[in-house]
């Protein structure tokens, strides 16, 4: 077996790891001094500078829209496999992936338009956002019922001549915060006596459409992620074109699959850069400090979360390449189970890693003089986002089940002891 990335990728690590020491790590206090500052002149969500000015940078380095895999609209799209060492270095820095037009929620719903959208859905959004112009949100989740089980949702798209008129209450829309925020894709109801399955849509709604309201952000253990957000949003009577539905009336579920894939793994592989960036931190703190008479880093019960971390986050890796190898190769749909895996096996890998690294700093590790609190937000977060673990280890729990299941006529074969 051959584990190693092609030279083409070989020389894109050496540049985006170049670029991250050059232009991104020196700039992280930067980021968050824009932001505060902005918060104390009173409004919070306004664009930071230094990611716009590290923009054109980054198009000019050949780092721009790696993501998008098989898309005449942006050549310079990777395969998920490609994709994966180079996202793990951007999610080591969370505001970095933007940079490189590489953010969620974004990247799914740029792969959402290519993949589903009209020709002429494409030129008016997807476009616009290949190049960086806007930025996009994603509404599915509902405060008002468990949106782990997505036929739940209440949120009505009722057809009215040439329009669909639009009347529900949405959540968590990340990215909506953001003033540059210029089209949502909305999951909502078209025909609630259909299959538990076809009830669903999905339609591109523009932001500046009249009957939207943003209600408040929410905050995540006190962040609230400014100026990108995850916002309440209430649609009264929102009315777009017909032309605006992605593929067809009855299929948001098929289209929640295809754009889920991609974005869990991406988010898994971000996962995998901030344990590795945490695991680094980590050690040359035990390196720095001295209690009882000693360096932190001798004593044994560092050597062991060391140890214990350096084999989850190649297991993890190792697991995720898998994935990305097998989206790439048999399909996101063959892929699920492998997709599912990841994604309860990266972000909890990350909580406890990222743990033990707050747990090294002391003090300082809740603080936000580290970017450990922060990122343990995130992850911690991202147990949630995308499909809660538990619906993922059930969806593996039925899988694996039914590799066993006795078919009729079959007899059962019987355990037996050797002697």
Not at 48 to 70: Q, V
Not at 171 to 194: E, F, H
Not at 298 to 305: A, L, M, P, T
Not at 383 to 397: K, Y
Request: glycine share 8%; proline share 6%.
């Amino acid at each position: 077996m051959d584990f190693n990335f092609t030279p083409k990728v070989q020389d894109m690590q050496a540049r985006l790891l170049a670029f991250m020491d050059q232009h991104v790590y020196p700039n992280e206090a930067r980021f968050f001094q824009e932001i505060a500052e902005n918060r104390a002149k009173g409004n919070a969500w306004i664009p930071t500078a230094i990611i716009e000015e590290l923009k054109p940078k980054a198009r000019a380095a050949g780092l721009w829209n790696l993501f998008l895999p098989h898309s005449p609209r942006a050549p310079e799209g990777l395969s998920n496999l490609e994709y994966a060492p180079l996202c793990e270095i951007m999610g080591r820095v969370p505001f970095a992936p933007e940079i490189f037009n590489c953010s969620a929620p974004d990247t799914g719903n740029m792969e959402t338009i290519a993949r589903y959208g009209s020709e002429a859905n494409k030129d008016r959004w997807l476009e616009p956002l290949l190049k960086g112009e806007i930025r996009s949100a994603f509404l599915m989740t509902e405060p008002e019922v468990a949106s782990s089980d997505a036929t739940n949702i209440q949120c009505r798209i009722e057809r009215d001549g040439d329009d669909y008129v639009l009347n529900g209450l949405k959540w968590w829309s990340s990215g909506a915060g953001d003033p540059r925020c210029a089209i949502y894709i909305v999951m909502g109801k078209t025909n609630p006596d259909a299959g538990r399955h076809e009830q669903q849509s999905m339609i591109l709604v523009p932001a500046n459409t009249p009957g939207i309201e943003v209600i408040r952000p929410l905050s995540v253990f006190g962040y609230d992620d400014a100026p990108h957000g995850h916002m309440e949003v209430r649609l009264t009577n929102v009315r777009v074109p017909v032309g605006n539905m992605l593929l067809g009336e009855g299929r948001g579920f098929e289209i929640a699959q295809g754009r889920l894939g991609p974005g869990r793994i991406h988010h898994c592989m971000r996962s995998i850069g901030i344990a590795e960036r945490a695991l680094e931190l980590m050690c040359k703190r035990l390196n720095t400090r001295v209690a009882f008479g000693k360096p932190v880093a001798r004593q044994s019960v560092w050597h062991e979360r060391i140890a214990d971390a350096r084999c989850m986050i190649d297991q993890a890796r190792l697991l995720t390449l898998k994935a990305a190898y097998m989206m790439d190769t048999v399909g996101n749909k063959v892929a699920k189970a492998e997709i599912a895996m990841i994604k309860v096996v990266a972000p909890n890998m990350a909580c406890q890693i990222i743990d033990w690294a707050i747990q090294a700093h002391g003090g300082g590790g809740v603080s936000d003089d580290f970017p450990l609190a922060y990122a343990y937000a995130h992850q911690r977060t991202l147990r949630l986002a995308d499909g809660p673990d538990e619906v993922h280890r059930a969806s593996l729990a039925k899988l694996e089940l039914a590799k066993h299941l006795t078919m009729p006529g079959e007899v059962e074969m019987p355990i037996t002891r050797g002697s």
